[in-house]
């Protein structure tokens, strides 16, 4: 039995909202305006985000998936639905479709927004951060955790049209709701660094949508296209000046390419 904290809110079928790391379930309150009209939306606040409590066991990417798949049977039970997964979420998401946790089927379509399967660089992966940027974050964390996550508030929206206005509506959501705890932050970039599920996409044969911005300065837009790239029913879309957080900045653009492609058959 989880004990995350989860909000229920719209109606039809079922969708899963995962958010990024730092944030909770309030950052998706613009879209899930939009999105209430058409679906049944389950909201959830990561392990030690939110109001969410930390639990040890939640540092890995199975105990996190495990946990949250938890909350989430728990509201939906055997019923069919979809999953949409951003940033952090979206790694938590695509390891939940290539094995769902226990209790819940495979999703019926996978949304991601600035998502990727390996977050850092490697010699076969030129899309991702240098390991030394998650290094910076997790020195900061330590010293000074507030404001390491509000200097990456700000990194999420550079080069965003509507910049300032979306900065104020994350750092809304992250004091309206509850700030992450320390632990779940450095198990969350702990996470980010050595997590690689790219061998597990060719596996993940659920239709999927994998959306980014053009400018994110977090992820480049080309991890999301070559992700999409390696799945067999997968296809990219990319949100001229937005940045990281493209439902944000282009709330009813990507409101609308995910009613669209979550109600095809």
């Not at 980014?212 to 296209?225: C, E, I, M």
């Amino acid at each position: 039995m989880s004990d995350l904290y989860v909000e229920v809110s719209g109606s039809g079928a079922p969708l899963v909202l995962l958010h990024g790391w730092g944030l909770n379930v309030r950052v998706w309150d613009p879209l899930g305006a939009v999105l209430a009209e058409r679906f049944r939306l389950i909201t959830v606040d990561l392990p030690g985000h939110g109001r969410s409590p930390w639990r040890e066991g939640c540092g890995a990417l199975r105990g996190q998936v495990q946990c949250i798949g938890d909350a989430v049977a728990a509201v939906i039970g055997a019923v069919p639905y979809a999953l949409l997964g951003w940033s952090l979420g979206g790694e938590l998401a695509l390891a939940w479709a290539a094995c769902p946790p226990p209790g819940l089927a495979t999703p019926a379509r996978l949304a991601l927004i600035a998502a990727t399967p390996r977050f850092t660089v490697a010699a076969d992966w030129p899309y991702g951060a240098p390991e030394a940027r998650l290094l910076r974050l997790a020195e900061g964390l330590r010293r000074d955790y507030r404001r390491t996550v509000a200097e990456f508030l700000e990194l999420q929206v550079r080069g965003s049209a509507a910049g300032e206005e979306v900065l104020e509506q994350l750092r809304t959501a992250l004091f309206a709701h509850g700030e992450a705890q320390p632990e779940a932050l450095t198990a969350g970039l702990e996470l980010l660094r050595t997590t690689d599920l790219r061998e597990a996409l060719g596996a993940i044969a659920v239709p999927t949508l994998a959306i980014a911005g053009q400018y994110d300065r977090v992820l480049l837009p080309a991890a999301s296209q070559a992700l999409a790239a390696a799945m067999p029913h997968a296809r990219f879309a990319e949100i001229r000046r937005a940045a990281h957080a493209p439902f944000l900045s282009h709330t009813a653009q990507v409101a609308d390419l995910l009613a669209e492609f979550l109600a095809a058959p």
